[in-house]
């Protein structure tokens, strides 16, 4: 069982920047991958970004190479996700995604133009 609970999320002008992050619990973190997903309204839930157990592989949609950082701290069972440069078009509620299909509830980010 993993329980991920997600944070950070708000309005921000276009070119600011966000930091998402998301606190795991239940199973030991360390042990599997994390992955950033967002969903837009009328559209469908999309990937964003994702990290390795150990955080030394990551891997980005297009969208998001150059402006989005994902990474993890195994200590404090976190994972993050930097959003710079944002633009209108990464407005969406943001999940977290554990194993399997273990997601957090969402947190919504505006970007205003």
């Known amino acids: 069982q993993v329980q991920l609970v997600e944070s950070g999320g708000g309005l921000m002008q276009a070119g600011g920047s966000l930091r998402l992050s998301c606190a795991a619990s239940?199973?030991?973190?360390?042990?599997?991958?994390m992955g950033w997903f967002r969903q837009a309204p009328g559209k469908d839930r999309e990937f964003v970004a994702a990290?390795?157990?150990?955080?030394?592989?990551?891997n980005y949609a297009n969208s998001a190479k150059g402006r989005f950082t994902i990474s993890r701290d195994n200590g404090k069972n976190m994972v993050y996700l930097q959003m710079n440069s944002l633009k209108p078009e990464d407005t969406a509620v943001y999940y977290c995604?554990?194993?399997?299909?273990?997601w957090g509830q969402g947190t919504q980010v505006t970007v205003s133009s």
């Open positions: 990290i390795s157990r150990n955080g030394t592989n990551t």
């Open positions: 239940g199973r030991t973190f360390s042990t599997y991958a």
């Open positions: 995604k554990g194993p399997g299909n273990y």
